[in-house]
């Protein structure tokens, strides 16, 4: 039988949140944490309105979901996410002990492992999930931004 909650079905969920931040002229990544199959936490960029560095994707489904769980860990969550986290956003994963993070393009110039930081030794990490689709959302938006200029 076929799962119908796999990491393509849950990365197409944080794409949708990418295309809210793509509306709203931020940068679109969006994010997701799962739990036993069901989204307890969403969250796309908000770093423009919310005049804010930190108000990264991940960084606000961190924190809905541990509202949510009324815990600091989030050791049986997935974070799907569509873009490599950087260096803050996998920093906050290590200290929530994420138990695994699925992420989509890769970053080569902010990305965690670009930066050789890591993330906690038990979470697994899986890449290129709708890769193609979460750079296509990327390009979309710096390209409208070069346009611009």
């Given at each position: 039988?076929?799962?119908?909650?796999?990491?393509?079905?849950?990365?197409?969920?944080a794409?949708q949140?990418a295309?809210?931040?793509?509306?709203?002229?931020?940068?679109?990544?969006g994010a997701v944490?799962?739990c036993?199959?069901q989204?307890?936490?969403k969250?796309?960029?908000?770093?423009?309105?919310?005049?804010?560095?930190?108000?990264?994707?991940?960084?606000?489904?961190?924190?809905?979901?541990t509202?949510?769980l009324?815990?600091?860990?989030?050791?049986?969550?997935?974070l799907y996410?569509?873009l490599?986290?950087?260096?803050?956003?996998a920093?906050?994963?290590?200290?929530a002990?994420?138990?695994?993070?699925?992420?989509?393009a890769?970053?080569?110039?902010?990305?965690?492992e670009?930066?050789?930081?890591?993330?906690?030794?038990?979470t697994?990490?899986?890449?290129?999930?709708?890769?193609?689709e979460s750079?296509?959302?990327?390009?979309?938006f710096?390209?409208?931004?070069?346009?611009?200029?």
């Open positions: 039988m076929i799962n119908p909650f796999d990491d393509t079905y849950f990365m197409k969920k794409l949140e295309e809210l931040a793509l509306a709203e002229g931020e940068v679109p990544i944490i799962v036993n199959n989204i307890i936490a969250g796309h960029n908000q770093v423009e309105t919310l005049n804010d560095a930190t108000a990264h994707a991940e960084m606000l489904a961190f924190t809905a979901a509202n949510y009324g815990s600091k860990y989030l050791k049986n969550c997935t996410v569509t490599e986290p950087c260096q803050m956003c920093g906050a994963a290590f200290w002990q994420v138990g695994r993070i699925v992420y989509g890769t970053d080569e110039q902010r990305g965690y670009h930066w050789h930081c890591k993330v906690h030794p038990k697994e990490v899986v890449k290129g999930v709708l890769a193609e750079q296509a959302l990327l390009d979309t710096f390209s409208r931004l070069r346009k611009k200029k």
